[in-house]
């Protein structure tokens, strides 16, 4: 009986995938990158590049390839190993919303728009609950050391947030073309930015010794 040609297992919604690859040289797993995998992928499934999630299991842990210059061996795989893809193609109504017409562009806006949403809804409350917390402090009588030193880690530990969701959007790569996702990532890059500022400007009434009363920011978010 003639021996199967190596092959991954790629389970996309109620769909399983199989896709061959060669024993070795080009075309094998050893030599196929993340990237190489996901563009078969589209050609298969419609899901852009830029929108596909893929998940291996490690020894009973789920883990995203996200190393896409890397080989497929070097996350592990081996002939016949199952994956997970996460994804899905996009509609006329969403390439509408992009400048090109190209799902990859509409990819890389949901990426956006997901991190923003990510901070709105944990980074926000958590200023908001810091700007409280921080007037509650000034305006009253005893003003103890050990809490003005929690509202500044709080401080520390907010902005260190808002950073990493800049790192994250500054890994966005907008080709020149794909003018919505560059301005969408603009848009989100100045709203974090503002965040930053925000608490910034509290933190800074916190320090300040005459500073009794603090005025917070009548933000529209």
Do not use: Y
């Amino acid at each position: 009986e003639p021996q199967k040609a190596p092959e991954l297992i790629i389970t996309w919604g109620r769909e399983k995938l199989h896709l061959d690859f060669t024993e070795q040289g080009t075309g094998s797993l050893e030599e196929t990158t993340l990237k190489q995998l996901k563009e078969r992928l589209k050609e298969i499934t419609g899901v852009p590049v830029n929108g596909q999630k893929l998940i291996i299991m490690i020894i009973f842990k789920l883990a995203i390839m996200k190393d896409e210059t890397a080989a497929l061996t070097s996350f592990g795989l081996q002939p016949f190993s199952k994956l997970l893809l996460m994804g899905s193609k996009p509609n006329a109504k969403d390439l509408a919303q992009t400048t090109t017409g190209s799902s990859e562009e509409h990819a890389l806006i949901t990426r956006i728009s997901q991190s923003v949403e990510k901070t709105r809804t944990t980074l926000i409350p958590q200023i908001e609950s810091f700007e409280t917390s921080v007037a509650t402090f000034l305006s009253s009588e005893d003003n103890d050391d050990t809490v003005k030193s929690k509202l500044t880690e709080t401080h520390t530990c907010i902005v260190e947030t808002l950073m990493q969701s800049l790192l994250t959007l500054d890994s966005v790569d907008c080709p020149p073309e794909f003018e919505t996702a560059r301005q969408k990532r603009r848009e989100a890059v100045k709203f974090t930015q503002g965040l930053i500022e925000r608490v910034d400007e509290v933190k800074e009434q916190l320090l300040r010794p005459d500073q009794q009363n603090i005025i917070l920011p009548n933000a529209s978010l």
